[in-house]
C-alpha cells in the first residue's frame, strides 16, 4: 500500500472528528499525506466550548491560537494546573503526559492549530462517547 502525498491540504477538504465541544480536522498525519514524525489539524472551538483536561502519555503537543480568545490550562512540572488567558499568535507547548485543557471563554469562535509528536494521539479520540466522523464541508 502507498503512503498519500498530499502536501496541501485544507481543512474543508478532510473528514472532521466532531465532538459536544467542537470539532478536530487532521490535515497533516500517516493517514492524511503520509508524514510519519507528527500529526497535526485545526481545531475549532464555539464560544463557552473547550475539551477536558486530559493528557497524551506517549506525545507532545503544540497548541498555537489562530483566532478567538480561550483559557489554556497545562500542569507544570509538580503537577499543579497553571492556567493562562491566552489569543491569537499565542503557542502552548504541552509536554509528554501533562494534562491539559482549551475552553473558549469568548462570544466568538476560537480556532487553533494542534501538533502531536509523535504521531498518533488523536486517533485516540475516536473511542469518546461523543464521537462522529463529520464528512468534509468542501468549502
Keep these: 500500500m502507498s503512503k498519500p ?3 496541501f491540504v485544507h481543512p474543508s477538504e478532510v473528514s ?11 490535515t497533516v498525519g500517516p493517514e492524511v499525506n503520509g508524514a510519519t514524525q507528527f500529526s497535526g489539524g485545526v481545531v475549532d472551538l464555539p464560544p463557552g466550548k473547550g475539551h477536558t ?3 497524551h502519555p ?3 503537543e503544540i497548541i498555537f491560537v489562530i483566532s478567538g480568545n480561550g483559557e489554556q490550562m497545562v500542569e507544570d512540572e509538580n503537577g499543579q494546573p497553571v492556567t493562562r488567558k491566552v489569543g491569537p499568535g499565542c503557542t502552548v507547548f504541552v509536554p509528554q503526559a501533562r494534562f491539559h485543557s482549551t475552553l473558549n471563554t469568548s462570544d ?3 480556532q487553533l492549530f494542534v501538533v502531536y509528536s ?3 494521539p ?9 464521537f462522529r ?3 468534509p464541508t468542501g468549502k
Excluded: C, K
Excluded at 488523536?122 to 461523543?130: A, C, F, H, I, T
Design 5 to 7: 502525498t498530499n502536501h
Design 16 to 26: 472532521a472528528f466532531g465532538f459536544d465541544w467542537g470539532r478536530l480536522s487532521l
Design 53 to 55: 483536561r486530559h493528557n
Design 58 to 60: 506517549e506525545a507532545e
Design 108 to 110: 466568538a469562535p476560537m
Design 118 to 120: 509523535p504521531a498518533g
Design 122 to 130: 488523536e486517533l485516540g479520540l475516536r473511542e469518546l462517547p461523543d
Design 133 to 135: 466522523l463529520l464528512p
